[in-house]
């Protein structure tokens, strides 16, 4: 996954939150609350990995626009007249 210099600022923005959460996560499940720990762990997992994996921006406004589009725009397949003529359906 190559990331560039916007990604990776937002990358080390989610990092800042992250990293601490995990930290206490970690204290906890060294102080013997593995619920309470496990939990932050995860959490602090998620933070980082659901922005990258799940809620690309690319893939949302793609998905926008395709919705919003008229069916003859949605497919990639373009209805450009050959110099025949029309192209007829068999």
Known sequence: ?????????GLAATLIFALPVANFGVTKL??????????????????VALPHYFTDPRTIFTKLLKGL???RFRNGES????????????
């Not at 996954?1 to 600022?9: F, V």
Request: proline share 5%; aromatic share 0%; no cysteine.
């Open 1 to 9: 996954m190559r990331l560039g210099i916007i990604d990776m600022i």
């Open 30 to 47: 060294l102080a013997g609350e593995a619920t309470m720990g496990i939990a932050l762990v995860v959490v602090a997992v998620a933070m």
């Open 69 to 71: 589009l008229p069916g």
């Open 79 to 90: 209805t450009v007249e050959s110099d025949n003529g029309p192209e007829q359906e068999s």
